[in-house]
Nanobody
Framework: QVQLVESGGGLVQPGGSLRLSCAASGRAFGSYAMGWFRQAPGKERDFVTA????????SYGDSVKGRFTISRDNAKNTVYLQMNSLKPADTAVYFCAAAATREPVVRMITVRSYDYWGQGTQVTVSS
């Protein structure tokens, strides 16, 4: 069992940056692939990015490539999402997710790929 708690969301102007964190409790965080998804009002939950259990592989959704970076610190049981050059279209609730798998992260792009979810943190990009 893994519990996930996101933090770091807020209001930011277009072109600004935010860093989200996802703190995990429970056993064997270092064995889980981790992902970030986002959900805007009235829309489905969309894949943002994922990172393998050891941090060696990452994958990104097309809309965030070159602007967002995922990383993890297994010693701190935490995964991060650095978001730069933010746009109003990035406004959403951002969710952290964990999967007990060693599947290639390029396949970890669907909601059903993940076993555990956090409650989400709101990111609003507006002037």
């Amino acid at each position: 069992q893994v519990q996930l708690v996101e933090s770091g969301g807020g209001l930011v102007q277009p072109g600004g940056s935010l860093r989200l964190s996802c703190a995990a409790s429970g056993r064997a965080f270092g064995s889980y692939a981790m992902g970030w998804f986002r959900q805007a009002p009235g829309k489905e939950r969309d894949f943002v990015t994922a990172i393998s259990w050891n941090g060696g592989s990452t994958s990104y959704g097309d809309s965030v490539k070159g602007r967002f970076t995922i990383s993890r610190d297994n010693a701190k049981n935490t995964v991060y999402l650095q978001m730069n050059s933010l746009k109003p279209a990035d406004t959403a609730v951002y969710f952290c997710a964990a999967a007990a798998t060693r599947e290639p992260v390029v396949r970890m792009i669907t909601v059903r790929s993940y076993d555990y979810w956090g409650q989400g943190t709101q990111v609003t990009v507006s002037s």
